[in-house]
């Protein structure tokens, strides 16, 4: 299981009710349900990836979270996990607020286009960066409305959204981010993960 | 038509007070087993059939000499392991495979016909309970069933909230639409416009609509295809001849499908049925029973529930099984749900459709590995 979903799996006590928008293949909600007694669902758009999910015996949705969030009453679950996928969304800032009145909390992570290696590619080669968490071309990228981890930093800020934890992950090296540092964290961060409320 | 021998039957003795205000005792259940209850009897499926199923699900159905209607899905080894579990069905009250229906006869001897009462979803639901205390289990470890199936299954799980493990309703809706109410009338007029109809009473006149049904067929059969299916299919091409007739014979290979479709059917089934059947589908609306909250019906289980609907599927399409879903989501009951690409129409349910098995299947087994 990829680093990210360690931290992910982290953040959560166990005995919860977790729902996993855009569960892919269900890797983190398997890991939840197996080792920390999760009650977890996910919801997730690709029907390959649904069957997968399936196949592992686990209670999934096919949907889109752009539209078939509302379906779930408020506070329904104690988180909801929303893994890079934020930035694909064509109305982001409605999912977020999806997430956080589905939830009482919610796990968002983003892949950071402040990244230094994103910031060299687009300087140095003058081309749409291409990472390992941004592998796609501009013109086939399911990524919409990149932002930076000081974006989001201050966009969740200015919601009056409640920030508990907000981590920046640079392969396997996890660390805190907070006011002072976000500068740093913003260059040397491939990946932000941070657990809010509203 | 039926014949008494190869149907095994319960009777149920207890009364059975039906929606329309009559009650009925002493009356036939016929039904039919595949595999074999467990030691804890809790393996035991009981799948529901669609509006012209019956009891015998796969294999050779004795009477027709005909597969099973869902041979692809249940059997040994297949989505619905006959190997792992016990599958119960039975025809539904109504029908004609044996239970309790039009052409059986009243007190006085003498056929009911249109003195059948009414029968509704809920009233077989009611009916098919009976086997579980026949077969002694407690808790059913699935229920399952397309189209009216469906419809059986939310119904039962509704009436009967802790006796089932899992729910697997199909291609299936909580209210019939305007437009199914409309085809199951066409079909209806269409037997009761055939002149050996004879106000229902056909037996004891020694005939029998048979036109009228096998035009109700027609028109159903088309329900139950995609355009995209019919026209892959069978485009335009013509029926064993190089060029148009100018006649009303079959010119077009759709034209004789069609017939040959309807006249099968007239053989294996009774008309006065068709009207009985296509009347429970229609007069069902589970939320109705519920003052229009849907969800209630759902409130008092703790079921796993798993809708599958199909893409190509006009009759029961995607969205009324996604309102199932919805409904059973805003009371955070434990539901999976998955849109099968298919474009068989609403039959993709009892054909082969491998992406559609293999979800039924990893569902149905892991659920049970999870018992």
């Not at chain 1, 910031?119 to 930076?148: A, Q, V």
């Not at chain 1, 934890?165 to 961060?189: C, H, R, W």
């Not at chain 2, 809790?42 to 099973?68: R, S, W």
Request: aromatic share 12%; with cysteine.
């Amino acid at each position: 299981m990829k680093n990210e979903f360690n931290v992910i799996a982290d953040l959560i006590e166990k005995d919860k009710k977790v729902l996993d928008v855009g569960c892919a293949d269900g890797i983190l909600m398997k890991f939840l349900k197996d080792n920390k007694n999760i009650n977890i669902r996910g919801l997730e758009i690709s029907k390959e990836k649904v069957q997968e999910c399936i196949a592992k015996g686990l209670t999934v949705i096919e949907g889109n979270a752009e539209k078939d969030l509302k379906q779930f009453p408020d506070k329904s679950f104690d988180y909801v996990v929303l893994s890079q996928t934020l930035q694909a969304f064509l109305n982001p800032e409605l999912v977020l607020d999806e997430l956080l009145r589905v939830g009482k909390k919610a796990i968002v992570t983003i892949p950071n286009f402040g990244y230094w290696k994103v910031r060299f590619h687009l300087l140095f080669k003058g081309t749409m960066p291409i990472t390992k968490t941004l592998p796609d071309e501009w013109y086939n990228t399911p990524n919409l409305h990149m932002c930076t981890i000081k974006d989001f930093f201050h966009f969740v800020k200015s919601k009056d959204i409640k920030i508990f934890k907000s981590l920046a992950l640079n392969n396997l090296n996890t660390s805190i981010i907070n006011e002072s540092n976000l500068g740093v964290k913003n260059l040397f961060a491939d990946l932000g993960i941070f657990l809010i409320e509203k | 038509m039926n014949t008494e021998k190869n149907i095994k039957t319960l009777i149920v003795k207890k009364p059975l007070k039906l929606d329309c205000g009559k009650t009925i005792k002493d009356f036939p259940v016929a039904y039919e087993t595949y595999g074999s209850l467990n030691s804890k009897k809790d393996n035991a499926i009981l799948v529901f059939h669609a509006l012209t199923g019956d009891q015998f699900v796969t294999g050779l159905n004795p009477v027709t000499k005909k597969e099973g209607w869902w041979s692809y899905a249940v059997g040994p080894d297949k989505a619905i392991d006959t190997n792992k579990y016990f599958v119960i069905c039975s025809n539904v009250i109504g029908g004609c495979m044996g239970s309790y229906g039009p052409s059986h006869k009243d007190t006085d001897q003498k056929i009911f016909g249109t003195n059948f009462p009414v029968i509704t979803i809920n009233d077989m639901v009611k009916a098919q309970y009976n086997l579980l205390d026949h077969f002694g289990i407690d808790k059913l470890f699935s229920i399952t069933g397309g189209s009216m199936g469906g419809m059986q299954v939310l119904q039962f799980i509704s009436n009967f909230p802790d006796k089932s493990k899992t729910v697997i309703p199909i291609a299936t809706t909580s209210s019939h639409s305007a437009q199914n109410i409309a085809f199951n009338e066409l079909g209806r007029q269409a037997i009761t416009a055939d002149s050996n109809w004879k106000e229902g009473n056909y037996t004891s006149n020694n005939t029998n609509p048979g036109k009228g049904l096998a035009v109700a067929r027609m028109a159903a059969h088309i329900t139950y295809l995609s355009k995209k299916g019919l026209q892959e299919k069978f485009g335009r091409k013509l029926q064993e001849r190089e060029d148009l007739k100018f006649g009303f014979d079959a010119d077009f290979q759709i034209e004789s499908y069609l017939r040959y479709q309807g006249s099968v059917f007239v053989d294996r089934f009774d008309a006065n049925s068709y009207l009985y059947i296509t009347r429970a589908m229609d007069y069902f609306d589970l939320a109705k029973q519920f003052k229009g909250n849907l969800s209630n019906a759902f409130k008092n289980t703790k079921a796993k529930f798993f809708i599958i609907s199909f893409t190509s599927d006009w009759l029961y399409p995607t969205q009324e099984n996604k309102d199932i879903v919805i409904a059973l989501n805003s009371i955070g009951a434990d539901v999976g749900f998955v849109e099968i690409e298919s474009d068989k129409g609403h039959d993709s349910f009892l054909l082969d459709v491998p992406d559609f098995l293999s979800a039924l299947k990893n569902f149905l087994d892991k659920s049970y590995e999870e018992n």
